[in-house]
Structures are given as C-alpha cells and as structure tokens.
C-alpha cells in the first residue's frame, strides 16, 4: 500500500512538472499584481516572463549593475509570489500537522506542496533575473533558489522533513530582510493554484 502511495505521489509530482513545463514551453504574459489584495492564480500567465530567458535565470550574478525596467517592482512581484506560495501550501500546512502520517487528505496535502515548490522555484528565478541590478540581492536569490531546489525535489519524493521545510522558511526570511536593506522590499502575495483549495 506504501509502495503504491509513493508511486502514485511521484506520478502526480511528474505530471506537475511536465504540466509547468508545457506552460512555460506556451509563452504568456507576466502576471499582475492583485488590484485588492485578491489572490494571483499560478496558471500559465504567473508562470512565463516574455523578458527572461532560461539562460538569464541560470546565468550567474554579475558584478556590476544590469538594471531591467522597473526591476524593483517585477522582483518585488515574483518574489512575493514564490512566498506565498510557500507560506500557504507549504508552511502552513507543516505546521498545522498536514504532512504527518495519518493527516487527513496527507497525500492530496503534499501534491499540492509539490506544486507550491516547483512554482515557488519558479518565482524565485524570475526574480532573481531582476535582482542582477544589484550583485549581492542577485547571489542571495541564487542561495534561496538553491534551499528551494532541494526541499522542491525532497516534495517531489515526499521526503521532506519538519526541518527542511525550516530551513526553506529561514532562507525565504533572509532574503526579504536582504531584499529590504537594498531596497527591494517585498511582501506575500496571496496564490491560488488552479485545482486546489
């Protein structure tokens, strides 16, 4: 029964990822700031930047400024994106018991902080390709992107501990106090995925 949860977890973990990738792989728009403090849906829209490429999102930290249009605002969005996406389906749910064994709806829990992790990661190097104007914002979005991309794969096998998601909370706290100090504030946006609660 075990074998067939961890199976069935990794197939919808796939199906995440490969889903993502198509909408990446489609073009769209960057997505807009809630008027209201309504929710911003991660669909496809929330998942492309037409301005960045995959190369800009992997290169490394200049040492000198890079500034793009109105690079404080776009890191500041996608930034904030990628917290709250961690905050609600990740986060919380660690702390309200969601991923202990026996949890109620346990596997539908983690799937949906599978999800949040891939999309987080996602934010977090658009906005890094907005940070370039400032080399040290830059090298600490890449550190954040790093935690992210381990506690998202430990997601991804549901292996993630009580202390991984810790660590991943204690990164993304860093980064909006580094963020602040530079000049780069930013705050949680409120995330709804498609599909879930």
Known sequence: MAARTVRSL???????VLTMALLVGCGGGTPTAPASGGAVAAGPAALVTPTATESEYNSPCPTGG???????????????????????????????????????????TIAKAAIAG???????????????????????????????????????HGTATPADIDAGKSSIDGLQRDAAKTGYKFKEQNVTIPGTS
């Open 10 to 16: 990794t197939a919808l973990a796939a199906a995440a």
């Open 66 to 108: 890079n500034a793009k249009r109105f690079a404080k605002t776009r890191f500041a969005l996608h930034a904030g994106l990628a917290l709250g996406a961690f905050h609600r389906y990740i986060y919380k749910p660690l702390r309200s018991g969601g991923f202990r064994a026996g949890a109620e709806k346990r596997k539908r």
């Open 118 to 156: 891939a999309f987080a990661l996602h934010q977090l190097k658009v906005a890094k390709s907005f940070a370039t104007a400032n080399p040290s914002l830059c090298r600490a979005v890449e550190g954040v992107n790093s935690q992210f991309s381990a506690l998202t794969d430990k997601l991804h």
